[in-house]
């Protein structure tokens, strides 16, 4: 996988065959269709697991977008502080598949600490399923990709201005 520099990346992960753990793809799918800015990377990362520290090398500014399961409402969009993560027993299960995102973030910053971003946020949708095999998000979660699009260009738009 070639991994380009750029100053921001958003990387959307989620399996597009796990009905709403495809809200990740999803969100990649219509930030693709906005004119962004050149230095801003858009990347559907499918399910990682560790090679998401690969993608993350290189930008000043990473967005994580993922489906999360903390018990909320289906559709529920939060910003999450990657330090959160860390913390045992908050609830917060975001997963990249093969290792928890939490873990991926720890072991990035152990071995390249020069080459991480200064900053990176998690925006989690709460999924509603993530029953195999069904293609297509649920209602309450379909009806939140906007909200999400938007909020990830929000952090597009802080990073740009916070160079």
Same mark, same amino acid.
């Given at each position: 996988?070639?991994?380009?520099?750029?100053?921001?990346?958003?990387?959307?992960?989620?399996?597009?065959?796990?009905?709403?753990?495809?809200?990740?793809?999803?969100?990649?799918?219509?930030?693709?269709?906005?004119?962004?800015?050149?230095?801003?990377?858009?990347?559907?990362?499918?399910?990682?697991?560790?090679?998401?520290?690969?993608?993350?090398? $290189?930008?000043?500014?990473?967005?994580?977008?993922?489906?999360?399961?903390? $018990?909320?409402?289906?559709?529920?969009?939060?910003?999450?502080?990657?330090? =959160?993560?860390?913390?045992?027993?908050?609830?917060?299960?975001?997963?990249?598949?093969?290792?928890?995102?939490?873990?991926?973030?720890?072991?990035?910053?152990?071995?390249?600490?020069?080459?991480?971003?200064?900053?990176?946020?998690?925006? $989690?949708?709460?999924? $509603?399923?993530?029953?195999?095999?069904?293609?297509?998000?649920? =209602?309450?979660?379909?009806?939140?990709? =906007?909200?999400?699009?938007?909020?990830?260009?929000?952090?597009?738009?802080?990073?740009?201005?916070?160079?």
């Amino acid at each position: 996988m070639s991994i380009v520099e750029r100053d921001i990346k958003v990387i959307c992960c989620g399996n597009i065959l796990a009905s709403d753990d495809g809200v990740g793809p999803k969100i990649a799918e219509k930030l693709c269709t906005l004119d962004l800015p050149k230095n801003v990377e858009v990347i559907d990362a499918g399910t990682p697991g560790l090679s998401i520290v690969d993608m993350m090398l $290189g930008a000043r500014k990473v967005v994580l977008v993922d489906a999360m399961v903390t $018990g909320a409402e289906p559709g529920t969009i939060r910003k999450i502080d990657p330090d =959160q993560l860390l913390v045992k027993g908050n609830g917060l299960k975001i997963s990249l598949h093969d290792i928890s995102l939490a873990e991926a973030l720890r072991i990035a910053h152990e071995v390249y600490p020069e080459r991480m971003p200064v900053e990176v946020v998690v925006i $989690g949708i709460e999924a $509603g399923s993530i029953e195999k095999p069904r293609i297509g998000l649920t =209602q309450n979660v379909e009806k939140a990709l =906007q909200e999400a699009v938007e909020m990830v260009l929000i952090e597009i738009k802080n990073g740009l201005s916070h160079r």
